[in-house]
């Protein structure tokens, strides 16, 4: 097993300190982060730390619409099409919950509780984010923060994991090469939103040549315009200028065309990113095109997306029959597919 040792830390669930980072934007390449990411870390000679934080992939689900929306649309297809023969071993519930661990954490468990004769009495689904991985075969821990640690029977974990390249310890998702684009997606809503609520999108020029105006007049108006910021913006102005010429006060636009038009390019262009990292079609997601051809046919799209994507996922979870010793989980067609 490539099994990498490394100095003994303490792990952030249980000190407190955050070992990993999800806050500034790094390159893949970047000499200090890639050492976090090749090596399990060994925890007070009982677990392995996690590569990267689970934490940060936890809090990154609902960072974009789109990355969330995916996640939920392979969890319930492939739920869909799960059918449990002991349904007093294995709720449908546990099941959903070990779906999506593996979509989100590229890890899922399942924990075999037995009676006191050692006969199977259930599986539970303990969440992925707080289970580690023991130093020696066989053992895993919970270590979920304000709880004390939990060591579970040794050999009574189920343990499937998205296979990694550099450690087989621990397994990572997919979609990590679009976490970038979907932090980005957020980061512009987030500044959109502050950009309205700053009242900073009247972005324009008052422009006023008309010798027709008071003073007064004048003054009055920009204290209006003044007020038109921060809660209650978008207000109208009204300026009566009887004996005014043609073009004497003017708008011009200095900001806000192009500011809304890098906005749309930064979530068009981020949206498609985390879509291809998914390989979910977009009418699957409830995604409007935004030309006249629309995406294609839903029908095809959803066959093409059910045989590279939840066909073999179905194989995986087999891997749970094998390690039970008896079928618990078989597969029937998806609604999503069905035929009149």
């Known amino acids: 097993m490539k099994k990498r040792k490394k100095l003994v830390e303490t792990d952030s669930l249980q000190s407190g300190v955050e070992m990993f980072s999800f806050g500034e934007p790094v390159p893949v390449m970047d000499k200090q982060e890639i050492l976090n990411y090749l090596y399990c870390s060994v925890n007070q000679q009982k677990w392995y730390n996690t590569p990267i934080s689970w934490e940060g992939l936890a809090k990154s689900l609902r960072a974009s619409t789109h990355h969330e929306s995916a996640i939920t649309v392979k969890a319930n297809l492939l739920a869909d099409t799960c059918e449990i023969s002991r349904p007093d071993m294995l709720s449908r519930k546990d099941l959903v919950s070990f779906i999506k661990d593996y979509y989100i954490f590229g890890n899922a468990y399942f924990s075999r509780v037995d009676n006191r004769f050692g006969k199977l009495l259930r599986l539970d689904s303990p969440l992925a984010k707080y289970v580690r991985k023991g130093v020696e075969d066989g053992r895993y821990f919970y270590l979920q923060q304000g709880l004390d640690e939990h060591e579970f029977e040794q050999n009574s974990i189920f343990h ?81 200028a009887p004996q005014g010429k043609k073009d004497g006060i003017q708008i011009i636009p200095i900001a806000d065309v192009a ?39 839903v029908e095809k ?40």
């Open 301 to 340: 799209a959803a066959k093409v997306f059910w045989a590279i994507e939840i066909a073999p996922m179905q194989e995986r979870l087999k891997e749970i029959n094998q390690w039970l010793g008896f079928e618990l989980i078989t597969f029937k067609q998806s609604s999503l597919l069905a035929t009149e």
């Open 160 to 240: 499937l994991l998205e296979p990694d390249v550099n450690q087989n310890i621990y397994g990572l998702p997919q979609y990590l090469s679009a976490l970038q684009s979907a932090w980005l997606n957020e980061s512009a809503t987030l500044f959109r939103r502050k950009y309205y609520l700053n009242g900073a999108h009247a972005g324009f020029i008052f422009y006023m040549t008309d010798a027709a105006q008071k003073q007064e007049d004048i003054e009055h108006l920009r204290e209006q315009l003044r007020k038109s910021k921060g809660v209650g913006n978008f207000k109208n102005l009204f300026v009566h």
């Open 259 to 297: 500011a809304k038009d890098e906005f749309f390019n930064i979530k068009n262009v981020s949206r498609d990113d985390v879509l291809a990292a998914h390989r979910v079609p977009p009418q699957l997601m409830g995604i409007i095109p935004s030309n006249t051809g629309g995406f294609g046919d």
